[in-house]
C-alpha cells in the first residue's frame, strides 16, 4: 500500500468564517436605506402634525380666554355705571391676527371697548361663530337681549365658537343668561366654528 503524499498546501483552499460578517457590516443594501428613509419621514410627518396640532390648540385656547376675560369685565360694569352695556360680536373665517372681533357700547363699560385677536398668534387666521351676534348685560350681570335697565335675563346660553383655520379642535365660550356665568367648553373632533357645532367637556372660570 503506497503512502498518501501530503498535500501542497499551496493548491488548498482557505475558508475564513469572517469574511462575510465583515462583507455584511461593510455597508447597508439599498432596500435597507430605502425602508429607514421611509421610516424617518413618517416620523417626521406625524411630529410636524402633533406640534401643529397643539400649537392650534394653544392659539385658539389664547384667545377664547382673552373673550371670557373681556366679557367678565363688561358683565360688571352695569352696576357700577347704573346703565347696560351691549355686546356685538362679528363672526366670520379668516379673521387675522389684529383684527376686530366685538366691540360694546357705551365704550365705557370696558376699558377696551373693541376686542382685537392677539397679534402673536402663529396661525394665519381664526374662525369665529356665535349662537347670537349682540345682547345686553343688565346691572345685575345677567344676559338679556333688552337694553332697558331692569329687563328679565334670557333663558338661553350664548355661546362663542373659535378654532384655527377651520381646523379642530373647537373651543368654546358659553354664557348663561340667568347668571351671566361664563364656561368653557372644547370639541377635538371638529374645527367648524361657524355652524351650530357643539363643544363638549364645560368648564366653569
Request: include cysteine.
Amino acid at each position: 500500500m503506497k503512502p498518501s503524499k501530503p498535500s501542497d498546501s499551496r493548491y488548498q483552499i482557505r475558508t475564513y468564517p469572517h469574511a462575510d460578517k465583515q462583507r455584511k457590516a461593510a455597508g447597508f443594501s439599498l432596500f435597507e436605506l430605502t425602508v429607514v428613509g421611509a421610516v424617518l419621514v413618517l416620523l417626521t410627518t406625524l411630529s410636524l402634525n402633533l406640534n401643529q396640532n397643539e400649537m392650534r390648540s394653544a392659539d385658539s385656547h389664547t384667545l377664547t380666554d382673552e373673550i371670557a376675560a373681556w366679557l367678565g369685565e363688561i358683565a360688571m360694569a352695569p352696576e357700577d355705571l347704573n346703565t347696560t352695556c351691549t355686546v356685538t360680536f362679528q363672526p366670520g373665517q379668516q379673521i387675522r391676527p389684529g383684527a376686530t372681533i366685538a366691540s360694546v357700547q357705551p365704550s365705557n363699560c370696558a376699558r377696551e371697548s373693541s376686542l382685537r385677536v392677539p397679534g402673536n398668534q402663529r396661525f394665519s387666521s381664526f374662525h369665529l361663530g356665535t349662537s347670537q351676534n349682540s345682547w345686553v348685560y343688565t346691572e345685575r350681570g345677567a344676559v338679556s337681549a333688552s337694553s332697558t335697565l331692569g329687563a328679565s335675563s334670557t333663558n338661553t346660553d350664548i355661546i362663542i365658537r373659535v378654532s384655527v383655520d377651520g381646523q379642530p379642535p373647537l373651543r368654546c365660550v358659553r354664557l348663561s343668561g340667568i347668571m351671566g356665568l361664563i364656561r368653557f367648553g372644547v370639541n377635538s373632533v371638529s374645527g367648524d366654528a361657524i355652524s351650530n357645532t357643539a363643544c363638549s367637556d364645560w368648564r366653569r372660570t
